[in-house]
């Protein structure tokens, strides 16, 4: 079992500034990612960056690319998400998902309750 805890959202002006923060604790052994994703009402849950644990490499959605950073603390099992130059379009609830591998070609998925982000004027 997976405890996954969003921490950051909250209420921002255009082109202000915001970082999230996404703890996991319990089993946390085999993790193959740790990635934010983001739902905005009436529309589909959208992928916004992934680090990937073992290569130690990111990704990022094309609509955040350039003002979205994730990071991570490995000691801590907490990843970052550094959000940059917002707009009224990033406001939604972001998701952490932790993936983990749990038999050869066999992962399972375990999501936070989500963090508000409005992005205001």
């Known amino acids: 079992q997976v405890q996954v805890v969003e921490s950051g959202g909250g209420l921002v002006q255009p082109g202000g500034s915001l970082r999230l923060s996404c703890a996991a604790s319990?089993?946390?052994?085999?993790?193959?990612?740790m990635a934010w994703f983001r739902q905005a009402p009436g529309k589909d849950r959208e992928f916004v960056a992934r680090f990937l644990w073992s290569a130690v490499s990111v990704d990022y959605g094309d609509s955040v690319k350039g003002r979205f950073t994730i990071s991570r603390d490995d000691a801590k099992s907490t990843v970052y998400l550094q959000m940059n130059d917002l707009k009224p379009e990033d406001s939604a609830v972001y998701y952490c998902?932790?993936?983990?591998?749990?038999?050869?070609?066999?992962?399972?998925?375990?999501w936070g309750q989500g963090t508000q982000v409005t992005v205001s004027s």
């Open positions: 319990g089993n946390i052994f085999n993790i193959d990612h």
């Open positions: 998902d932790i993936r983990r591998s749990i038999a050869r070609f066999e992962s399972v998925d375990s």
